[in-house]
């Protein structure tokens, strides 16, 4: 896994509440046998209509937003357990997410992916839809080293929480199977242990 | 302190503990199916390394398959590629396939119960959310992603981070026409459908425990729906009988060990969690969903409410509100009972094991399906298709002008053939109403068997209570 490293870049914003796994990437696309090509199909009935015209009333197909941090309303990626919804933010260029609140095995599948989901306060979340709202260039920095993000126009700050394994793990670019494989003594005996 | 039943168990599979991080749990059991399982085994064989322990996986495939003529090779050419896929990784990775011709294959959750492979006190995964279905024999079992999956199957541990705990307590007795689905559609409608985020759920109180194992399996596996990681409620004698003399059950002296064992499953009286709702079972009718999340939901003969009769205040909180309201062209102030629909599904794993066919077969007795509806009727399982038939409520059914498919996922999820057309209306036993879940632009409305089944005789909306006498 890749790095990861301190970012400053303007932000994509979807203000929907409860956006669930079908929306980010629905079922039709779990066909794929290899984890490749997901960023197409992002949110693809939001972007795209029957037609496959883009819709740019929709901030992904709308050319004023850019940038590779996503700001979501709150309890993002609820629903399925697909990875597949990583992997799309992932593969469209996103390296975080942020918003009040995520569903808990869309946030283990992002930070399982490199993908950071940073979770703020509500008010904060909130100043942050106003401040694309206002400049759509506007600047995010979001630092994991020192856990906090930032709106780098009025210099308003949200510390947010991680713990310390995923945080090395996420710096470091290391792997949870890797950390694992490394057990197998420990698991082999837990077994022995349980047999008795 | 006393300890709560989740952590009895899942203090039981720590296997070590890494400070200011997660904890390496060792998982039982371990359900794969052809959807989120393929980028797993690409992972294994990248690294060149086996499954840890075969024996200990059970694989079935059942979100791509055909409803219809399943002896025939697949039509969609990617389905049969990755039902194609699982076939060879359990080949090659020595893993048991219960595969379309085999008398086990169905749908993930509905198989492992009724093989006698869920079990009291065992931890289970899948990469699948609605894994939380096996907690109804009184386990920790959740959802993981792909990533997950093979870490477990390399090492079958997965590094995990303790929830938080919530007890949902509903105690008396529930109405005539109120089923399980109804129980878990009306506690998420007051949880929110992010109630749960964090948390592991108990269920419990009288309205629980008088519910039959395939109850208590429809109220697990809709734990997810509330946001909760998983759902699980105490063994006890219902849950014996229910594993006992089943195929993987343990026979003879290694049953009585294990009993002894689950008889310890519960939650200590001075157990504390850190969230509790309580609720009367008294107050709850059949429900229905109105919007786009399972939280959407109304007692049947209730008005569709308004965004701040729900609680929402943000603007935010409001727009979501209405882009849902505008998805289902509905509007608040409307009645639920006696609006139109298109279509009838009963299936999933939520509503697709024998109990839920008893249910509708009770409703459709004598009378006839109504012309404009169009119902698919989808057994969980091979199994429960066959004690459809021995039980003689396929000839029930039929005669009723009902037709009963083969065993899978179907229009739960769409990624087969049976999808719900743009604008159409669905009432749905399945778990889900999200936007296009049933096939793109359509309509969807959660409701228990018996709703589902009296609605397909109404031709409209329909309270179920109206049916039984
Ligand atoms: S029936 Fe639906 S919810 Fe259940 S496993 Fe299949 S797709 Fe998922």
């Known amino acids: 896994m890749e790095k990861f490293k301190t970012i400053i870049s303007p932000a994509v914003p979807i203000t929907t509440e409860n956006i669930d796994t079908d929306q980010i990437i629905p079922a039709r696309f779990l066909k794929a046998t290899t984890r490749d090509g997901f960023g197409d199909n992002l949110f693809r009935d939001w972007r795209f209509n029957k037609n496959n015209e883009p819709i740019t009333s929709f901030p992904l197909e709308n050319p004023k937003y850019s940038g590779n941090v996503l700001v979501a309303g709150k309890n993002f990626g609820c629903g399925s357990s697909r990875e597949h919804a990583a992997w799309a933010i992932a593969d469209y260029g996103f390296k975080v997410v942020i918003s009040s609140e995520f569903a808990d095995i869309f946030n283990n599948n992002a930070l399982n992916n490199g993908v950071l989901t940073v979770t703020v306060t509500p008010e904060f979340l909130a100043s942050a839809f106003a401040a694309i709202d206002s400049d759509n260039n506007t600047q995010i920095k979001v630092d994991l080293e020192n856990q906090f993000v930032e709106l780098m126009a009025t210099g308003e700050k949200n510390e947010f929480q991680i713990n310390g394994y995923r945080k090395e793990c996420l710096l470091n670019g290391y792997d949870n199977i890797d950390y694992l494989l490394a057990q197998k003594g420990k698991i082999e005996a837990y077994e022995t242990n349980r047999q008795s | ?469």
């Open chain 2, 1 to 469: 302190m006393g300890k709560t039943l989740f952590d009895k168990i899942y203090d039981k599979h720590v296997v070590s503990s890494i400070p200011d991080g997660p904890d390496v749990f060792y998982i039982d059991v371990q359900y794969i199916h052809e959807v989120t399982s393929p980028q797993a085994f690409a992972g294994l064989r990248k690294r060149g390394i086996p499954v840890a322990r075969p024996n200990q996986v059970c694989a079935t495939p059942d979100h791509n398959v055909p409803t219809e003529n399943q002896h025939l090779p697949i039509q969609n050419e990617l389905s049969r590629h990755q039902v194609a896929t699982l076939v060879k990784n359990c080949q090659d990775f020595g893993i048991d396939l219960y595969g379309l011709e085999h008398p086990f294959q169905g749908i993930v959750h509905v198989v492992g119960p009724e093989l006698g492979i869920s079990k009291p006190g065992m931890t289970m995964v899948c990469g699948d959310s609605h894994t939380s279905t096996h907690g109804a024999f009184g386990s920790i079992a959740f959802g993981v992603g792909t990533s997950e999956v093979e870490m477990v199957l390399a090492t079958q541990c997965l590094m995990q981070q303790r929830p938080k705990k919530m007890r949902i307590t509903v105690d008396g007795t529930v109405r005539k026409g109120v089923t399980a689905k109804d129980i878990v559609l009306y506690v998420i409608s007051k949880t929110t459908a992010a109630g749960g985020t964090g948390y592991f759920v108990e269920f419990a109180g009288s309205a629980f425990r008088d519910l039959s194992m395939e109850g208590r399996m429809t109220v697990c596996n809709m734990s997810i729906e509330m946001g909760a990681r998983g759902g699980l409620i105490a063994p006890d004698q219902t849950t014996f009988d229910y594993v006992k003399g089943r195929e993987f059950a343990p026979k003879g002296a290694d049953w009585d060990k294990a009993l002894a064992e689950w008889e310890e499953l519960y939650s200590d009286e001075d157990a504390v969690f850190d969230k509790e709702y309580n609720f009367d079972a008294a107050d709850i009718e059949p429900m229905i969903t109105y919007g786009t999340n399972p939280g959407m939901g109304i007692g049947i003969t209730q008005k569709i409410p308004t965004a701040a009769d729900i609680g929402s205040t943000t603007v935010k909180e409001v727009e979501s509100f209405d882009k849902a309201m505008e998805y289902m062209d509905f509007k608040p102030g409307e009645v639920m009972l006696g609006k139109p629909i298109d279509y009838v599904f009963v299936g999933s794993c939520t509503n697709a094991r024998i109990e839920d066919f008893r249910e509708v077969a009770e409703i459709v007795k004598g009378r006839q399906k109504a012309e404009n509806v169009t119902a698919w009727l989808v057994p969980g399982s091979k199994q429960v298709e066959k004690q459809i038939y021995e039980e003689g409520l396929a000839e029930i059914i039929e005669a009723a002008g009902f037709k009963i498919r083969q065993p899978g996922c179907s229009a739960c999820l769409a990624m087969n053939d049976d999808k719900v057309p743009a604008g159409a209306y669905c009432v749905s036993t399945s778990n889900r109403n999200f936007e296009g879940r049933q096939g793109p632009g359509a309509r969807t409305m959660l409701a228990s068997p018996s709703t589902a089944a009296a609605t397909a005789i109404a031709g409209k909306i329909a309270n179920p209570s109206d049916f039984i006498d």
